[in-house]
């Protein structure tokens, strides 16, 4: 079913659209599947969950965090991932900046949008994402590479297009600013119920989960 499930998303993405597969709570064994059929990149939201994957599909697949990262996670982190896809605070970055430094590394990073103004989620809110980006640019172990939003978890895909509206305004905003450093690549936008919107909305990286794996069992 996996195989089956990747190989349909993978027909019918645009060109350019990057399939992130989310595997909160996936076994070692459903990720191998999911790589098996074409994923190139494993989005996970626990620093702690990842570690088997990485050690087992090694050179196969980058490995994206996706979830919010607490400041004492930031060195196991910076050695799991090739991205971190929710950068919220000048905090957090200099937390990250501060393990890249000490490791020998660059870590690319997405500025992750409350494009929703919800309080029980995390990211910067829309009018402050360019200050956030001006102050973490020159941080040398970080690179700032695009945006993330998270969007509503479920409800009419619909409901979710003036979030996705919303975040391509502010991407298209800080790249016409052309700050040296950053790098305005990723729109990062969009999960299993929602991510053909966020496509139309310009998103160039979708985060998907149950469309690939089935529901969670928890």
């Known amino acids: 079913m996996i195989k089956e499930n ?8 645009p060109k350019g659209v990057e399939l992130v597969a989310a595997t909160k709570t996936r076994t070692l064994d459903e990720i191998r599947e999911a790589v098996d059929a074409g ?7 626990y620093v702690q969950e ?11 697949v980058k490995f994206h965090f996706i979830g919010h990262l607490q400041k004492n996670k930031a060195k ?18 200099r937390a990250i900046d501060k393990r890249c430094v000490a490791a020998g590394k660059v870590m690319p990073v997405l500025v992750e949008i409350n494009s929703g103004r919800e309080p029980q989620k995390f990211g ?13 640019v020159d941080l040398e172990g970080i690179r700032v590479m695009g945006l993330m939003t998270m969007g509503p978890f479920e409800g009419d895909p619909e ?32 999960m299993t119920n929602s991510y ?23």
């Open 159 to 190: 409901d979710a297009r003036p979030y996705f509206s919303r975040t391509k305004k502010i991407f298209d905003q800080i790249k016409a600013l052309k700050i040296p450093g950053v790098e305005m690549k990723y729109l990062s936008m969009g």
């Open 6 to 13: 990747v190989k349909t998303i993978l027909k019918e993405l």
């Open 50 to 60: 990842v570690q088997e994957a990485v050690e087992a599909l090694a050179g196969r």
């Open 76 to 93: 196991k982190a910076v050695e799991l991932f090739d991205m971190i896809e929710t950068v919220d605070s000048a905090e957090i970055a």
């Open 196 to 218: 053909q919107v966020a496509i139309e909305e310009g998103a160039n990286m979708v985060r998907i989960g149950t469309k690939i794996f089935g529901h969670r069992k928890y």
């Open 39 to 45: 994923v190139k990149i494993i989005g996970a939201n």
């Open 124 to 136: 910067v809110m829309p009018e402050d994402a360019v200050i956030l980006v001006r102050e973490i």
